[in-house]
């Protein structure tokens, strides 16, 4: 009987062993598992502050191609605007100048029909023998009848 409670005390001894081991065993798996959960965490903070950092990074370039965009934008604006005020003062340099071509041409034209008209009143009178050399034709112009002495470069008119 002796026998059998020494077997007795072993096998509670065992039992007492297993179950302290096997509580060892735990606390162990208990500490790695959260040891990979903290290293876990870690990773997955570490994921986060990457992400956060590569937003703020792209935020920001988004933000100075905007930037540019718009200045690009004002630019391409005022060049536009300074385009067509000077195709419009170019416009009217050019009307303005053919309408000088213009007057001019009617100018003279004017002044050919006078010199002709003069030249023939002056031929007519000095034929009927009415005009004298030097005698003025528009009398009644402010001056009076033969009072001209000539006109601008011909002598004897």
Do not use: T, W
């Amino acid at each position: 009987k002796q026998n059998e409670v020494q077997k007795e005390a072993l096998r509670q001894a065992a039992a007492q062993q297993k179950e302290q081991y096997n509580m060892q065993v735990d606390q162990h798996l208990r500490a790695y598992e959260m040891s990979v959960d903290q290293q876990a965490d870690y990773q997955l903070m570490d994921l986060q502050q990457a992400a956060h950092e590569q937003k703020a990074c792209l935020e920001q370039q988004a933000n100075q191609a905007i930037l540019e965009y718009e200045q690009k934008k004002v630019q391409d604006e005022f060049a536009r605007e300074q385009y067509e005020y000077q195709r419009k003062a170019y416009e009217k340099q050019v009307e303005m100048a053919r309408e000088m071509h213009q007057k001019r041409e009617e100018y003279a034209m004017k002044a050919r029909r006078m010199q002709e008209q003069f030249a023939m009143h002056h031929a007519g009178a000095q034929q009927q023998g009415v005009m004298q050399p030097g005698q003025c034709v528009f009398p009644g112009a402010g001056m009076p009848a033969g009072a001209c002495g000539g006109f601008a470069g011909m002598p004897g008119f």
